[in-house]
């Protein structure tokens, strides 16, 4: 028996060795991917080490996020992961929460509370520094704050909320306009889908009732004067219900706001050196990530030049939830320059001089904004 038993162990070493040789070989020789079709997403591909990246630690944090991003076989691994969840009769995969009246809700991840500090010292060294011109912080709050009540009972879906009222007191005395969203939200939930059903971004509409919050605080129009509300798309499938594989066969309605005439601007793709007329990309129509359609996806940075007759020059810090918002600024801002830190490797400094930056926005939903660590790299 004894034998039997050692043989047996040896064989699991074995095989356990032999498995991890062969995800490392795999992980090495396999080519790197840039976007998942199942997650919907940007994924981080190997990172270039540079000295300043090294000493502000932006590196280590893109190194394990490439990692994650390229492990082998991933997307085979997160489809097995939510098949076994759902044969189990949970109403949650994948941090995904199956609610009510056809809502797929992403749960709030908190940060560490090491994490926060030093978000929060980043960000104050940040806005300390450009006290002298306007700036707006919008961190919008997600379906799992607004729409808790669709949530399944008893859900541990994170305190979204409790944080973000820690964030808006921490940065109280900082010079910033704090643009909070959520009474607004909670006002129009009833009568606004402000998020999509099988994704974690707002809606359009929800962008554009974000739009008109900031026009207070900002001074700018705030209308949607010589828009339409146009339909883009009604097949829309987002990232929720391939992260969980809940109601994989439903769809979203995917609108824009879009003007009656020719819109005279340039929009400039600042890494890629392309050049386009139109906000909109509508070849991603016919891909899985339809919401690329919207500034034709995440790009580490963006300059949007338009005709309007005044000197406004915006920076917009952000995640993907501004892409549907950015259209709204065109006809308030002469220049927008748009900067995502997931994937810019720059000098913010050096960018904001050279631009002529008059005004900051910072865009992020409450999710990424407290789990991304690239912003807070950025704003060192």
């Given at each position: 028996m004894k034998k039997k038993r050692m043989f047996f162990l040896r064989g699991v070493a074995v095989v356990t060795a032999a498995l991890v040789v062969l995800l490392c070989a795999a992980f090495v020789l396999t080519r790197q991917r840039?976007?998942?079709?199942?997650?919907?997403?940007?994924?981080?591909?190997?990172?270039?080490?540079?000295?300043?990246?090294?000493?502000?630690?932006?590196?280590?944090?893109?190194?394990?996020?490439?990692?994650?991003?390229?492990?082998?076989?991933?997307d085979g691994w997160?489809?097995?992961?939510?098949?076994?969840?759902?044969?189990?009769?949970?109403?949650?995969?994948?941090?995904?929460?199956?609610?009510?009246?056809?809502?797929?809700?992403?749960?709030?991840?908190?940060?560490?509370?090491?994490?926060?500090?030093?978000?929060?010292?980043?960000?104050?060294?940040?806005?300390?520094?450009?006290?002298?011109?306007?700036?707006y912080l919008m961190i919008a709050p997600t379906a799992v704050q607004v729409l808790a009540d669709r949530l399944p009972a008893l859900s541990q879906a994170g305190d979204e909320r409790g944080y973000m009222d820690r964030l808006f007191s921490d940065l109280a005395a900082s010079p910033v306009n704090i643009v909070d969203l959520r009474s607004d939200f909670a006002e129009a939930k009833a009568d606004t889908q402000l998020y999509y059903r099988t994704d974690h971004h707002w809606t359009t509409d929800g962008a554009y009732l974000a739009y008109r919050r900031l026009a207070d605080a900002a001074n700018l129009s705030g209308s949607a004067e010589g828009l339409q509300r146009r339909l883009l798309s009604g097949s829309f499938k987002g990232t929720l219900s391939a992260l969980s594989g809940f109601r994989v066969n439903e769809q979203d309605a995917l609108v824009a706001y879009l003007p009656s005439g020719e819109e005279q601007l340039v929009v400039t793709w600042v890494r890629e050196n392309e050049k386009s007329a139109s906000l909109y990309r509508a070849a991603c129509l016919d891909t899985r990530d339809q919401y690329a359609v919207f500034l034709n996806g995440n790009h580490a940075q963006i300059r949007i030049e338009t005709a309007v007759n005044n000197e406004r020059t915006l920076l917009v810090l952000k995640d993907s939830y501004a892409n549907c918002l950015i259209p709204?600024?065109?006809?308030?801002?002469?220049?927008?320059?748009?900067?995502?830190?997931?994937?810019?490797?720059?000098?913010?400094?050096?960018?904001?001089?050279?631009?002529?930056?008059?005004?900051?926005?910072?865009?992020?939903?409450?999710?990424?904004?407290?789990?991304?660590?690239?912003?807070?790299?950025?704003?060192?």
């Open positions: 840039t976007f998942s079709p199942t997650e919907n997403r940007n994924l981080q591909t190997r990172p270039a080490l540079t000295l300043s990246d090294a000493l502000s630690g932006r590196y280590e944090d893109r190194f394990d996020d490439y990692v994650a991003d390229q492990f082998p076989f991933r997160i489809a097995l992961q939510s098949a076994l969840e759902r044969l189990s009769g949970k109403t949650e995969s994948g941090g995904v929460f199956l609610g009510r009246d056809g809502y797929l809700i992403q749960g709030f991840t908190a940060p560490s509370e090491d994490d926060y500090q030093a978000t929060l010292v980043a960000l104050r060294g940040f806005l300390g520094r450009h006290g002298d011109i306007p700036q709204f600024l065109t006809r308030d801002y002469r220049r927008i320059v748009v900067v995502d830190p997931r994937y810019y490797t720059g000098e913010l400094e050096v960018l904001m001089e050279a631009e002529g930056v008059n005004e900051v926005l910072i865009l992020y939903n409450a999710e990424t904004f407290a789990t991304d660590g690239a912003l807070r790299a950025d704003l060192k």
